[in-house]
């Protein structure tokens, strides 16, 4: 996946009502290993496991949205499944694109 300098890996945790917020290094590096699975495409989730930042694995099983946005904006939306079967949203996009929903949605 090549990520444009103007997209910025987010993302939003439901059960902490937040909005979206900038991702960690081992959730975009987890999206990234994702994308570059065969099964991405695909409606089947798929385990990725890769370093976390502050020591041991981030594990999770990641899906693409089925009905992903597509424009400008947007470059991928998808969701993970944390150690606690909770989803995530995951999303690349432009920073002014996220910060304009987080006020929608505040």
């Known amino acids: 996946m ?5 997209f910025v890996c987010y993302i939003r945790r439901y059960y902490e009502n937040n909005g979206w917020i900038r991702a960690r290094t081992h959730h975009k590096e987890a999206l990234k290993s994702f994308l570059h699975t065969p099964l991405c495409n695909t409606n089947n989730s798929v385990y990725v496991s890769v370093p976390h930042e502050d020591g041991g694995n981030f594990d999770a ?3 693409v949205y ?3 946005i597509k424009n400008e904006n947007i470059q991928i ?3 993970y499944t ?3 079967g909770r989803y995530v949203d995951i999303i690349i ?3 002014s694109y996220v910060a304009y929903w987080n006020r929608l949605t505040s």
């Open 61 to 63: 099983y990641f899906s």
């Open 66 to 68: 089925e009905n992903q």
């Open 82 to 84: 944390d150690d606690y």
């Open 93 to 95: 996009a432009k920073p």
């Open 2 to 6: 090549n990520i444009d300098n103007d």
């Open 77 to 79: 939306m998808a969701k």
